[in-house]
């Protein structure tokens, strides 16, 4: 299983990113798909989650409201549509598959991480 996050960068406090996750190597349908990030000093902390249907998604409370997770099986691909970005939501993002949970300790396929840096 490989997973290929891209879409981070550089923006201003109060801009927008969209995250993309390519999967490949596995039933890409059948898994939840999350999202994690882990600050500079920081635990790896959870995001967002998403169902394999697509018709479940949860949200930590502190992105809910700015943030959406979205997937296009078709495509293999999960997004995470970033918008009303804060300083604070400076790390680097992981995509990961597995089953529908907050817990890190339920995805068992991890992508390599893209950062996302938002200045003030």
């Known amino acids: 299983v490989q997973l290929q996050a891209s879409g981070g960068g550089l923006v201003q406090a109060g801009g927008s990113l969209r995250l993309s996750c390519a999967a490949s190597g596995r039933t890409f349908s059948s898994y939840a798909m999350g999202w994690f990030r882990q600050a500079p000093g920081k635990e790896r902390e959870f995001v967002a989650v998403?169902?394999?249907?697509?018709?479940?998604?949860a949200y930590s409370d502190s992105v809910k409201g700015r943030f959406t997770i979205s997937r296009d099986n078709a495509k293999n691909t999960v997004y995470l549509q970033m918008t009303s970005l804060k300083p604070d939501d400076t790390a680097v993002y992981y995509c990961?598959?597995?089953?529908?949970?907050?817990?890190?300790?339920?995805?068992?396929?991890w992508g390599q991480g893209t950062l996302v840096t938002v200045s003030s």
């Open positions: 990961a598959t597995g089953a529908y949970s907050r817990s890190y300790k339920s995805y068992a396929y």
């Open positions: 998403i169902s394999y249907s697509g018709g479940s998604t």
